[in-house]
């Protein structure tokens, strides 16, 4: 069975990247998937800021993203490109950690300006780490997910339905269902 690890690159707690986050772990739970969750800014900032590879906290984390088969990245939109705390984090990762894994890149930002972000801020850095199968992704605007309580999220069905339709690929091809008739055909 193919792993998932989510990497969520917000250096905030409270986020309305938290909404799309929930959103992506219900819409795989839908599939009897429970992805590994790597909140980049729990880890140790010393570390990421230290570049400490032989961190205990980093070792786990990375070794999240080997052993799995495809890997989310969840990111705000901060001066026309994906985070620092992000950008700090994927330098910690091996050379070519990436190779072979089905990436899929998920963007919020305050307008859709910001939306080739994806293509040319975090995808070469994707590729740079060895990605080759990196997924068209989604592009959220911030007024599309509403705050309404306990860091709960609220997102527009027009926003749902992009997610959706990035994930329709994961959900397919992890569904047990179209796995069985594969292995029956």
Known sequence: ???ITIISGSPSEQTRLNGVLAEVVKQLEGVNIIPE???V???PAQDLIQAKFNSEEIVRANKKV??????VILTPVYKASFTGVLKT???????????????????IGGTFGHLLMIDYA??????ALGATHILKG?????SQIKKIENN??????????RIDTSLNFLKNALSPEKNMTRSIV
Do not use: C, W
């Open 66 to 71: 080997e052993d799995s088969t495809i890997i």
């Open 37 to 39: 969750i790597i909140h």
């Open 41 to 43: 800014r729990n880890l």
């Open 89 to 107: 984090y994927l330098d910690l990762l091996p050379q070519n950690s990436l190779e072979g894994k089905t990436v899929l890149p998920i963007a």
């Open 1 to 3: 069975m193919s792993k």
């Open 122 to 127: 975090l995808k070469p850095v994707l590729a």
């Open 138 to 142: 989604a592009f959220i605007l911030d």
């Open 152 to 161: 709960q999220y609220e997102i527009d069905e027009e926003a749902e339905n």
